[in-house]
């Protein structure tokens, strides 16, 4: 089992930035990719950016230029630096493990006000 707990979210004006992390516990050593997703109000979850225990990176075409994803090196933390926040980026950020099984952490809300 993997535990995800997520932190960093708020309320911050467009424009601005803000620093999401993910703390992954228990068997860390079976992760091979770990990502965030996020949900907005009335619409489904939506990758954001992906990065594999190799170090490779996927993102989303709306936060390409603006996001930037990153990782401990033992898999236990990732993180998300967001810049240039816009409103569109308002939802609930969740922290994914991808191992022998998907991990989902309980979310954090980002809101960004015009």
């Known amino acids: 089992q993997v535990q995800l707990v997520e932190s960093g979210g708020g309320l911050v004006q467009a424009g601005g930035s803000l620093r999401l992390s993910c703390a992954a516990s228990g068997m860390v050593f079976s992760i091979n990719a770990m990502g965030w997703y996020r949900q907005a109000p009335g619409k489904q979850r939506e990758l954001v950016a992906v990065i594999t225990r190799g170090g490779s990176t996927n993102y989303a075409d709306s936060v390409k230029g603006r996001f930037t994803i990153s990782r401990g090196s033992a898999m236990n933390w990732v993180y998300l630096q967001m810049n240039s926040l816009k409103p569109e980026d308002t939802a609930v950020y969740y922290c994914?493990?991808?191992?022998?099984?998907?991990?989902w952490g309980k979310g954090t809300l980002v809101t960004v006000s015009s």
């Open positions: 994914n493990a991808q191992g022998a099984m998907d991990y």
